[in-house]
C-alpha cells in the first residue's frame, strides 16, 4: 500500500499506565508463546459488587459524534468550492491543519466533540477526531502502532507511558487501483499518513483495528482514574474496553493493578496469572507480577518467575527497550541495563539499546563504559539531530 506523507503531520500518543510505583502495570505488547484466550476469560473476575455502581460511560459512537454546529461548519469547508477538485482526504488533512493552529496540547482525553470544542487534548484526542471528522463524510480510516521511544511522565506515584499511534486517511474506493507485484494480485489503496513529530527510526508494529482504538479510549480513562485514585471507575472502564477489544493483555495488566490497589490481593494475583498463562503478549505481565511477588515478600516464587522472564525470546528488540526505559524511571539501573543488553544483543543496530546502557552506566558511575557505549549509539543513529545529541553527551562524558 502506497502512502503518501504532508508537510503537517500529527503524532497521536496514547497514555496508559504503564507502571505503578512497587506494583507495576505496563501497557507495552511483547510477543511470546501463549494458549489462546478463551472468549470469556473475564468472566470469573467479574468483582462488580466490590466497585460499587457501573458510572456513566461514553458509548462509542458518543466518542466520534460532532455536535450540529460542528458537523455543519466541516460540512460547509468539506463541500465548499476551493476544495471541489481536492481529494477527499486531504480535505480532511487541511481542514486539521487550520485546527492545529489553535491547537493546545494537555493530557486529557477527549471525545470529537470535545476536543473540536475546547481545541486541546492529548494526541488520541487528535486521532479521535480525525475518525469523527472522516465518518461524517464516508471517508476511510486505519491505525497503526509504531516502535519509538515512549515518553514517561511521573503522576501521582504512577509513572505513564506515551505510545506511538498514527491515523491513516484512505483515499476514495472508487480510486482502487490493482497492480501485479511478484506475480500476484495486490490491490492497494493510497493513504494520507497523520503523524505529528514523525520519528525516521519509528517503523510500524502492527495494524490497529477500530475496535481495538476504541478500547484505547477506554483504557486512557482508566489510566486517569487510577492516577486519581478512583479505582472503582478505572474498573469499570476496562470492563468497557474489554468488550471493544476482549483479549487485551494491557487491560488484564491494568485490571490486576486494580484489584491490588482496592486490597483484593488474590483476584489480582489470579489475574497476573491468567494474563501470563494465556496472553500472547506476556512480558510486561511478568515482570509486574515479579514486583507484585516481591511486595508479598515471597522471593523463591519472585525468583521463579524472574528465571521465566528472563528466558523468554521477543521478536521484537524495542519490548526489552521499553522494559528498561520502565525499569529507569524506577531507578533500577542494573535491571535496566541487563534489559537494553538484551536488546542490544539481539539488535546491535538499535543506537536507542546503546543508548540504554550509557545511561545506566553513568547512573551507577561507570562513566568509562558510559562513555564507549555512548560512540556506539552514535555510530548506529542515522538521524543527524540524533547524533548531534549523542555527540554532545559524549563531550560532557568527557569531561568527567
Known amino acids: 500500500m502506497k502512502k503518501y506523507t504532508h508537510p503537517l503531520q500529527f503524532l497521536l500518543v496514547i497514555f496508559l499506565p504503564i507502571l505503578l510505583l512497587n506494583n507495576g502495570c505496563s501497557i507495552q505488547k511483547h510477543a511470546s508463546t501463549a494458549t489462546k484466550i478463551p472468549p470469556s476469560f473475564i468472566v470469573p473476575y467479574e468483582a462488580g459488587e466490590k466497585f460499587g455502581n457501573r458510572p456513566p460511560i461514553p458509548a462509542p459512537e458518543q466518542i466520534f459524534n460532532l455536535s450540529e454546529q460542528q458537523a455543519d461548519e466541516f460540512s460547509a469547508y468539506f463541500l465548499g468550492h476551493p476544495q471541489k477538485n481536492t481529494s477527499e482526504n486531504l480535505r480532511i488533512f487541511q481542514y486539521l491543519k487550520e485546527y492545529e493552529k489553535r491547537y493546545q496540547y494537555s493530557g486529557k482525553t477527549l471525545t470529537a466533540e470535545e476536543s473540536l470544542l475546547q481545541a486541546e487534548g492529548n494526541c488520541l484526542s487528535l486521532?479521535?477526531?480525525?475518525?469523527?471528522?472522516?465518518?461524517?463524510?464516508?471517508?476511510?480510516?486505519?491505525?497503526?502502532?509504531?516502535?519509538?521511544?515512549?515518553?514517561?511522565?511521573?503522576?501521582?506515584?504512577?509513572?505513564?507511558?506515551?505510545?506511538?499511534?498514527?491515523?491513516?486517511?484512505?483515499?476514495?474506493?472508487?480510486?482502487?487501483?490493482?497492480?501485479?507485484?511478484?506475480?500476484?494480485?495486490?490491490?492497494?489503496?493510497?493513504?494520507?499518513?497523520?503523524?505529528?513529530?514523525?520519528?525516521?527510526?519509528?517503523?510500524?508494529?502492527?495494524?490497529i483495528s477500530e475496535s481495538e482504538f476504541v478500547s484505547m479510549f477506554y483504557k486512557n480513562k482508566a489510566a486517569d482514574a487510577i492516577v486519581k485514585g478512583n479505582y472503582d471507575s478505572a474498573y469499570w472502564l476496562i470492563r468497557e474496553s474489554f468488550l471493544h477489544y476482549p483479549t487485551d493483555e494491557q487491560a488484564i495488566n491494568m485490571m490486576a493493578v486494580i484489584h491490588e490497589k482496592k486490597g483484593l490481593k488474590n483476584e489480582s494475583e489470579k489475574l497476573y496469572q491468567f494474563g501470563i498463562k494465556y496472553a500472547k503478549n506476556k512480558l510486561d505481565l511478568l515482570r509486574n507480577y515479579h514486583i507484585f511477588l516481591k511486595s508479598q515478600n515471597r522471593m523463591i516464587d519472585a525468583q521463579r518467575i524472574k528465571d521465566q522472564?528472563?528466558?523468554?525470546?521477543?521478536?521484537?528488540?524495542?519490548?526489552?527497550?521499553?522494559?528498561?526505559?520502565?525499569?529507569?524511571?524506577?531507578?533500577?539501573?542494573?535491571?535496566?541495563?541487563?534489559?537494553?543488553?538484551?536488546?542490544?544483543?539481539?539488535?546491535?543496530?538499535?543506537?536507542?539499546?546503546?543508548?540504554?546502557?550509557?545511561?545506566?552506566?553513568?547512573?551507577?558511575?561507570?562513566?568509562?563504559?558510559?562513555?564507549?557505549?555512548?560512540?556506539?549509539?552514535?555510530?548506529?543513529?542515522?538521524?543527524?539531530?540524533?547524533?548531534?545529541?549523542?555527540?554532545?553527551?559524549?563531550?560532557?562524558?568527557?569531561?568527567?
Open 309 to 400: 522472564l528472563a528466558a523468554i525470546k521477543v521478536p521484537n528488540p524495542f519490548d526489552w527497550i521499553n522494559l528498561g526505559n520502565t525499569a529507569f524511571e524506577q531507578n533500577k539501573y542494573r535491571e535496566a541495563k541487563s534489559y537494553y543488553k538484551k536488546a542490544a544483543k539481539q539488535a546491535p543496530y538499535l543506537h536507542q539499546a546503546h543508548f540504554g546502557i550509557a545511561k545506566s552506566d553513568f547512573k551507577m558511575g561507570n562513566i568509562r563504559w558510559a562513555k564507549a557505549s555512548m560512540k556506539r549509539a552514535k555510530e548506529k543513529a542515522i538521524d543527524q539531530n540524533v547524533q548531534s545529541l549523542y555527540q554532545q553527551k559524549l563531550d560532557a562524558l568527557s569531561k568527567l
Open 127 to 207: 486521532a479521535i477526531l480525525t475518525t469523527a471528522l472522516a465518518k461524517s463524510v464516508g471517508v476511510d480510516t486505519g491505525y497503526q502502532l509504531l516502535d519509538s521511544q515512549p515518553v514517561y511522565q511521573k503522576q501521582n506515584n504512577i509513572i505513564l507511558s506515551a505510545q506511538h499511534i498514527r491515523s491513516l486517511l484512505f483515499v476514495a474506493k472508487k480510486t482502487v487501483r490493482e497492480q501485479i507485484v511478484s506475480g500476484r494480485l495486490v490491490i492497494g489503496r493510497n493513504a494520507l499518513i497523520v503523524d505529528y513529530f514523525p520519528s525516521q527510526n519509528s517503523r510500524v508494529r502492527k495494524n
